[in-house]
Structure formats: C-alpha cells, structure tokens
Nanobody, 120 residues
Framework: QVQLMESGGEMVEAGGSLRLSCAAS????????MGWYRQAPGKQRELVAR???????HYVDSVKGRFTISRDNAKNTVYLQMTSLKPEDTAVYYC??????????????WGQGTQVTVSS
C-alpha cells in the first residue's frame, strides 16, 4: 500500500519561504519520477515541479526560479523549497508519482496534502 505524507505547510507573509517534505512508503521510491502538485480553491490540481529518478528537474513557469524540488532516495523523501512566495501560491500541496504510465498508481496514492497560505 502506497503512503505519501506531506508536511511543512503553514501561513507565511508574501516574500517568505517554506520547505515542504513528502515521505513515501510502499513503492520503490528511487525508481519513480516524483512531483509536487497543488490545488487552489476553485481550481484544478496542477503539477508545479517534478524530479526524475536521475535527478533532472522541471518546473511550471509560474514557479520557475522560486521553487526547487529535490529528493533523498535514502530517506524516500522528496522536498520542495519555496522562496519569494506570492499570495497566488496559496494552495494545498501534494506529492505523487509522475508519468502517464503510472496513472493508476497515482490515482490511488493521493495523501492529505499540506496547506500553504501566503498573506499579502
């Protein structure tokens, strides 16, 4: 059974920083591309950052230069360092596997997420 446990979200002022963590179990973590998704109120969930099994990273334009995704395969953990936070970054943040070939795994692996609130 896959478990993904996100933590680190809180309320911060605009311009502040946060570091999110996601501990994974039930999968061979090192073999999966992992991503951070977010869902703002009234909006669809979007993938904002992803990291391949080899450590390559990709970001959506809205967070490029401000967010950094990393992973520690020894700890089965993926991180999201967020800086220069903006009110529009307010959302529930989730981690999960990435890729069209893991749709079934992803659909049954969503965790509770962690709330990030950025005040102006």
């Amino acid at each position: 059974q896959v478990q993904l446990m996100e933590s680190g979200g809180e309320m911060v002022e605009a311009g502040g920083s946060l570091r999110l963590s996601c501990a994974a179990s039930g999968i061979i973590f090192s073999t999966y591309e992992m991503g951070w998704y977010r869902q703002a109120p009234g909006k669809q969930r979007e993938l904002v950052a992803r990291i391949t099994s080899g450590g390559g990273t990709h970001y959506v334009d809205s967070v490029k230069g401000r967010f950094t995704i990393s992973r520690d395969n020894a700890k089965n953990t993926v991180y999201l360092q967020m800086t220069s936070l903006k009110p529009e970054d307010t959302a529930v943040y989730y981690c999960n596997v990435v890729g069209v070939n893991v749709d079934n795994l992803r659909s049954r692996s969503w965790g509770q997420g962690t709330q990030v609130t950025v005040s102006s």
